[in-house]
C-alpha cells in the first residue's frame, strides 16, 4: 500500500501528469510521469506521488479494484526509484483486467524504463 504522502488525489496534478508528463504505453496499461522542472512553480521537496485511473472499460466494481490493488502494490516498489518530486499516473486499459500480477508487472517494468529514460 502506499503511504499518504505518496498517493495522488487532486485532480489538477493528474491533469499536468498527463498533459506536461512523458508517456509510455502497452497492452495493460498507460504511465504518465511528470518531473517538475525550474520553471514549474511546484515544491522540489514535496515526495513522489502516484495515482491510478481505472475506467469503467476495465470491468464491474471488483475487477477495477483487483486491479486497482495490484497497480497500488507494483507501484510503491518503484516510488524510490523515481525523481524527487515526481507526479506517476499509471491508467489501468481494459486488457489490464485479464493480466496476471506478473504481466502488470512486467508492463510497468518496460513502461517506467521508457519514460525515465526519455
Not at 508517456?23 to 504518465?32: A, D, F, M, N
Amino acid at each position: 500500500m502506499l503511504t499518504a504522502p505518496h498517493r495522488l488525489r487532486d485532480s489538477e496534478s493528474f491533469r499536468v501528469a498527463v498533459r506536461r508528463g512523458r508517456r509510455s504505453g502497452s497492452r495493460t496499461l498507460v504511465v504518465h510521469l511528470f518531473t517538475p522542472g525550474v520553471e514549474d512553480a511546484g515544491d522540489s521537496s514535496s515526495p513522489v506521488r502516484v495515482g491510478f485511473v481505472v475506467s469503467k472499460a476495465v470491468g464491474n466494481a471488483a475487477t477495477r479494484n483487483r486491479v486497482k490493488r495490484r497497480l497500488r502494490h507494483l507501484a510503491r516498489e518503484h516510488v524510490s526509484s523515481l525523481p524527487g518530486s515526481a507526479v506517476l499516473v499509471v491508467r489501468a486499459l481494459p486488457d489490464s483486467a485479464a493480466a496476471t500480477y506478473a504481466e502488470l508487472g512486467a508492463d510497468l517494468d518496460r513502461c517506467l524504463g521508457r519514460v525515465l529514460v526519455a
